[in-house]
């Protein structure tokens, strides 16, 4: 009786133990995709320029500009769209998964007029007070690319 005790106990914890690391593996890409976002943010607050050419999808027509122009445009457009406030509410309060289920009827047009592959692409999503917050990011290699931010920085605030 002791042995089927201690075996029930150790089958358990073994059990308890994968369940623990396959949710932890789950949630890599959408750990991984906020840490991209926060970068992103942080870059902007801080005015790294040349940061945010290796974390931003640049649009197709701003892509024969200088590097200079480049990274003036996108400081320029997101400044009002995302903020670290905005980020850590999309991290507590946001949806995230494959931009086709997060944006199914806009996510194939953002990945087109990106030129980017809509298969490899991931979102976050979050409403307040009538406005939606969209990141739309793409894994490329090893990393996440963000191609499309809107409203991340009217999102601060939400408990």
Same mark, same amino acid.
Not at 87 to 100: D, E, I, R, Y
């Given at each position: 009786m002791k042995n089927l005790k201690r075996f029930v106990v150790v089958a358990a914890t073994a059990l308890t133990v994968c369940g623990v690391f396959i949710f932890w593996q789950h949630g890599q890409p959408r750990r991984e995709a906020l840490q991209e976002v926060s970068q992103l943010a942080g870059n902007l607050a801080t005015h790294r320029g040349s940061e945010l050419l290796k974390t931003v999808v640049m649009p197709a027509a701003i892509?024969?500009?200088? *590097?200079?122009? &480049?990274?003036?445009?996108?400081?320029?457009?997101?400044? $009002? @769209?995302?903020?670290?406030?905005?980020?850590? /509410?999309?991290? *507590?309060?946001? &949806?995230?998964?494959?931009?086709?289920?997060?944006?199914? $009827? @806009?996510?194939?047009?953002?990945?087109?007029? /990106?030129?980017?592959?809509?298969?490899?692409?991931?979102?976050?999503?979050?409403?307040?007070a009538g406005i939606r917050a969209e990141i739309l990011l793409v894994h490329e290699g090893q990393n996440y690319r963000v191609v499309r931010c809107n409203n991340v920085k009217q999102m601060a605030g939400v408990n």
């Open positions: 892509r024969t500009q200088t *590097q200079g122009e &480049q990274q003036e445009f996108i400081a320029k457009a997101l400044a $009002d @769209e995302i903020s670290p406030e905005g980020v850590l /509410a999309l991290k *507590q309060h946001a &949806q995230f998964g494959l931009a086709k289920s997060i944006f199914p $009827d @806009e996510y194939a047009s953002w990945c087109q007029q /990106a030129g980017i592959d809509a298969d490899n692409c991931v979102a976050f999503k979050m409403e307040r």
